[in-house]
Every structure is written in C-alpha cells, then in structure tokens.
C-alpha cells in the first residue's frame, strides 16, 4: 500500500513540475522586457524623427552639428529645411509639421509667440562684405558699394539679413541699388561666387563656406550689426520632450564647439 502511495506522489509532483516549468519560462521573459524597458527610460533619451526649420545661414553647421547629436542620441533622427527666417515663419504659421525653430534674428521669432515655446539664443553673427575671388574692383568700405558701377546685390529687406545689411547702410547714409534683392543670404553668396554681381552683403560665416571662391572684406563694428539666433519648440510639435532636447543641446558646450568653430559668435 505504502509502495502505490509513494508512487503517486512521485507521479503528482512530475506533473505539477511539468506544468509550472512554462509559467516559469514565461516569467522570465517579462522580466526580460520589463529591465529593456527601465534601461531605455532611464536613458533620458528621447526617441523621435525630428523636423527642424533653420535659417540658411545654419546650412553648413547645422549638417555637422546633426551627425554629433544623432550619434550621442540614438534613436533620434533629425531632418533640416533651410530657408530665409521669413520663410519659415511663414511656413510655422501655416501649420507645417515642425518640431523646432531657429531663426536668425529675433523679429522674425518674435513675431511667432503664439506658435513656439520661449526661445533661447544660441548664437551670433556679423556681416561681411563679399566679392569676387582676389576683390577685382577693389572693394574697400561699405562706401565703395555706392559706385554705380557696381553690380551689388542684397537680400529683400523682410529677410534678416537684409533688413540687417538696411540697417548698416541706412545708418552710415550710403545709399545702394542692387541689382537684385534675394530670398535668402545663400542666394546672395552664390550671386557673387558665381560672377553675376560683383559685390554683395551676407553673414561672416557664410562667407567662410566659399573659400578661394569669395574674399570677404570686414565691416568694422562701429558700423557693422550683430545677428542673433533664436532657437524654440513648435508648440504643434508631435515630439516636444524630444524636440525640447534638441533646442536645450544647441546651447551645450558641445553645440557651442562646433558653431563656434565655424565662425559663429557665443550668445
């Protein structure tokens, strides 16, 4: 009797252990899930596709600076449009899926309070004069853009850095007629480094992205006028912790590094 009792209790724990080895395996794997899951979030890090609106004068650092952070940030993707800063406003007004702004001076981002959170300068710039490779017509001062002969050409007054380049000529009563007034400061570059005007106005920095194809001619300060860049969320953004980390990395040592090395000025 003892030996059939024995038996069966052998025979009952072999099943009960057979049954509770899946719940066990089961187990485990939402115990796996749930450590990825805290190792993820304890990372801080957001994960988005991001779509960034910048100023054309950003072009070129921009494009480095967005190597550094989706390296640093796994996960995060970012995509630029580059255009003049009325350009973008006018596209953040018309509801354009957007996560950040950067303009290039604070009118334009002012002007869109009800659009973006509270923007943070990340930089500054100056103006420069540009013309032809070695200066052919000899371009000195801001005077010498005043000469007829000149082929100058400006940005529209409603783009920054025209209403800038307005400013600085407006203030030393020079009076200039362009032979075209551009949409942004890279049309403006490309103007001169392409022979179709021989003089132009455009950012310092963008002037240093066509070496040997302009020489740049300095404006002294007292006449010259500091550009700031203004970067803020889009409120209709559908990735604001993400987009949120973006604007704030633009203001870190790292950011600040690399548009700094490209010529941009601290904030």
């Known amino acids: 009797m003892s030996r059939i009792l024995t038996r069966r209790r052998t025979a009952t724990a072999i099943v009960t252990a057979a049954l509770l080895l899946p719940l066990a395996a089961c187990g485990g794997k939402d115990d796996s899930k749930k450590d990825t899951g805290a190792q993820a979030s304890a990372s801080g890090t957001p994960k988005a596709d ?19 952070y989706e390296k640093e940030h796994p996960g995060t993707k970012i995509t630029y ?23 290039a001076d604070t009118k334009t981002m002012d002007g869109l309070k009800s659009d973006v959170g509270t923007p943070e300068i990340i930089a500054k710039n100056r103006l420069v004069i540009v013309t032809g490779k070695g200066n052919p017509d000899k371009v000195h001062t801001l005077k010498d853009l005043a000469n007829s002969k000149l082929k100058v050409v400006l940005a529209a007054p409603q783009v920054p850095v025209g209403n800038y380049s307005k400013q600085v000529l407006d203030a030393q009563k020079i ?23 021989d003089a132009g106005i ?66």
């Open 81 to 103: 449009s580059f255009a003049g800063s009325q350009e973008l406003a006018t596209q953040v007004k018309q509801g354009s899926p957007a996560d950040a702004l950067v303009t």
């Open 202 to 267: 455009v950012y310092k920095t963008d002037a240093a992205t066509a070496p040997g194809k302009v020489q740049a001619v300095d404006i002294p300060d007292a006449q010259n006028a500091v550009a700031s860049y203004p970067a803020a969320t889009v409120k209709g953004s559908k990735h604001a912790a993400a987009a949120a980390a973006f604007v704030k990395w633009l203001d870190s040592p790292e950011a600040q590094k690399i548009l700094q090395g490209a010529g941009f000025q601290k904030p």
């Open 175 to 197: 009076k200039v007629k362009p032979v075209s007034q551009e949409v942004n400061v890279r049309a403006v570059l490309s103007k001169v480094e392409l022979g179709e005007a």
């Open 50 to 68: 991001l779509t960034v609106l910048a100023a054309s004068s950003l072009t070129d650092v921009f494009g480095a600076a967005k190597k550094v």
